[in-house]
């Protein structure tokens, strides 16, 4: 890319976006739950878990290690948006997306002592999650794909 102010204006703004939009739902998904909201339907339902590990309740209350490894890879993802010159406005805009969700789940640990889940999906048995692990998964997905089509 040669526009660097545009690389980071991307990176930012999106990252900026995305982490808001992700903290903003969680709050209001959970208010409207813990009030007695209730949504379900034949794709998914609203139930509201605290989940003090990682995907799968994998490591439970391993807060600070979660903490410690979420600030150093999103660290790591924006000095390698700043190191890569040629980096397409594409895979910055997935990147931003990838440590918004990220540093959403890293924000609940560090201001709640756990991370919020809300979403459960009926027509499978899967665990519940919130939408900073949908933005994850979708930025991963991302990531993997544009590296396959576009490797040189």
């Known amino acids: 890319m040669k526009n660097s102010v545009a690389k980071y204006f991307c990176l930012i703004g999106s990252f900026i976006f995305w982490l808001f939009l992700a903290l903003f739902s969680s709050k209001l998904i959970v ?3 813990t009030s007695g909201h209730h949504y379900s339907n034949a794709v998914f339902s609203l139930t509201y878990l605290k989940n003090s590990g990682a995907a799968f309740s994998l490591l439970e209350n391993a807060r600070e290690f979660f903490i ?3 600030v150093a890879f999103t660290t ?8 890569n010159k040629s980096i397409h406005l594409f895979s910055v805009s997935f990147i931003a997306l990838l440590s918004a969700g990220i540093m959403a789940n ?13 979403i459960h999906l009926n027509f499978i048995n ?27």
């Open 31 to 33: 208010d409207n739950v």
């Open 68 to 70: 410690i490894v979420a």
């Open 76 to 83: 790591l993802l924006f000095v390698y948006v700043h190191n």
């Open 106 to 118: 890293c924000h609940e640990r560090i201001v709640l002592g756990y991370v919020r889940d809300y």
């Open 126 to 152: 899967f665990p519940v999650f919130n939408v900073a692990d949908v933005f994850i998964m979708v930025g991963v997905i991302a990531l993997i794909v544009i590296l396959l089509v576009y490797r040189k």
